[in-house]
């Protein structure tokens, strides 16, 4: 990668190296062209960059000079972009390619983000709604599940590292930088943290983390808190003139109250105080139970009934050739397999195409209750995309997605239950993402 042609704005005759601690636009990694820096991170640098070929954008880290040798750095840079390449969820951001630099220094291209995080987007608009905040919660609460369930501790949930993406309708989050996630190691190796040390961003970080004790999922959920907090306030719990002002108040000073800024039910303003308690042991024990309480704590009036929805979607491949009538007749089948089972369970339908249905199911009131239907919602999505993939054959793809919402129902012309309205119907808010020939729990929605 060797070359110093002359750049634009350089005197006459002198030249800039493209490769220097700092990358110059033009410069190849890998299969990227860096197009402009982004950010000047501590330890990295984050630029703009687009594909060789096809000039799809990415966002490329690349270690800052000065840390090439500097072993720990050199080790967590490896264990962001393992981490990421393990942790596929459609709320974390996505690995496209890793590698090194001639001189040694490694580099990460991850997806492009066309939105901006949380604190910019508070900055600009203010505090969320309590939807808005819901949905951040869910979407973010899966992705952390998630990893939790592979051993990945995030430690750095920060406002600053949730970006906040613009849909047609609404938007999506996604979690980004694991530079210091805690991931569990094979029995008799060490970990990258040694005992004590102390690793995080004050605004966020759990007491026993502060004190550079042992942490767990609970840590997260200290984490998850104070970005519910920000997100219904406009502002952090705990604000100082300095880092040690804010630990000392993350430490020793009582959560502030919701209620002290914003109008918030008691059972919501319960959730956010049990996430900011100070021992872990008092917080809620993981991100499903926190999610069960802060839905029923935002629960529409009992009125409103809750269903569950299962979205079937039979494609062809995106490099697949004209289909032939076959392919066609493999793709009627494995639709008309998944119908008939969810036919078959009561369920009913509020979408058929050609291609896709959607089928759905009222939820009975009850936590417990509730619980026992989106369990049993659990085996019937798995049974209809068995029963889809057996009939189809190689050249259909199923995808299949579950989700829980309170929806609107009202009587069809003959008196029978009909999905009028909801988040169920908006599919574009659930039934994305995901990989084919596995069921899609949308938005941490059904138990997991």
């Known amino acids: 990668m060797a070359g110093t042609p002359p750049r634009d704005d350089a005197a006459p005759g002198a030249e800039v190296s493209l490769y220097g601690d700092e990358l110059e636009p033009g410069a190849l990694v890998g299969t990227w062209v860096v197009e402009g820096r982004v950010h000047a991170g501590v330890t990295a640098w984050l630029y703009r960059a687009s594909h060789i070929s096809t000039r799809s954008p990415a966002a490329l880290k690349v270690l800052r000079a000065e840390y090439n040798h500097v072993s720990e750095v050199l080790r967590r840079f490896k264990q962001e972009a393992d981490t990421l390449q393990a942790l596929r969820h459609p709320n974390i951001v996505e690995v496209l390619e890793y590698g090194e630099l001639r001189d040694g220094r490694p580099w990460l291209a991850m997806e492009w983000l066309p939105g901006e995080s949380i604190d910019r987007w508070l900055a600009h608009r203010g505090p969320f709604s309590t939807a808005e905040a819901l949905t951040v919660m869910e979407e973010l609460g899966g992705a952390l599940h998630l990893a939790h369930l592979q051993g990945v501790l995030h430690r750095d949930l920060k406002a600053q590292n949730v970006m906040v993406i613009p849909r047609a309708e609404g938007f999506t989050v996604k979690l980004v930088d694991f530079g210091i996630a805690r991931v569990q190691v094979p029995e008799g190796l060490s970990g990258l943290t040694s005992a004590g ?20 999922a609970r840590t997260d959920l200290y984490a998850l808190g104070v970005l519910l907090y920000q997100l219904l306030t406009g502002r952090l719990p705990f604000e100082g003139a300095s880092a040690v002002e804010v630990e000392e108040q993350h430490l020793h000073a009582p959560p502030p109250r919701l209620g002290e800024r914003v109008h918030a039910p008691p059972a919501l303003e319960a959730v956010v105080q049990r996430c900011l308690a100070k021992r872990p042991e008092e917080r809620w024990p993981d991100v499903p139970t926190f999610l069960d309480a802060l839905r029923e704590a935002l629960a529409p009036a009992a009125s409103t009934p809750w269903a569950a929805g299962i979205y079937v979607d039979v494609r062809f491949p995106e490099s697949h050739e004209e289909p032939s009538d076959e392919d066609l007749d493999a793709r009627d089948a494995a639709l008309d397999a998944a119908r008939d089972t969810l036919d078959a369970a009561g369920w009913r339908f509020a979408l058929e195409g050609g291609n896709a249905l959607l089928a759905w199911h009222a939820l009975p009131e009850g936590h417990e209750a ?3 239907a989106l369990a049993d919602t659990r085996a019937l999505a798995e049974q209809a995309l068995t029963q889809a993939r057996d009939a189809a054959s190689s050249a259909v793809q199923v995808w299949l997605y579950a989700h829980a919402a ?3 129902v009202t009587p069809d012309a003959r008196g029978r239950p009909r999905l009028a309205g909801g988040e169920l119907l908006r599919l574009e808010r659930w039934a994305t993402g995901g990989t084919p020939g596995t069921v899609t729990w949308a938005g941490g929605g059904l138990p997991g």
């Open 197 to 216: 040390a102390v690793l995080g961003t004050p605004v966020a970080m759990a007491p026993e983390q502060i004190r550079g004790q042992a942490v767990d």
């Open 406 to 408: 309170p929806s609107e």
């Open 370 to 372: 509730r619980a026992h």
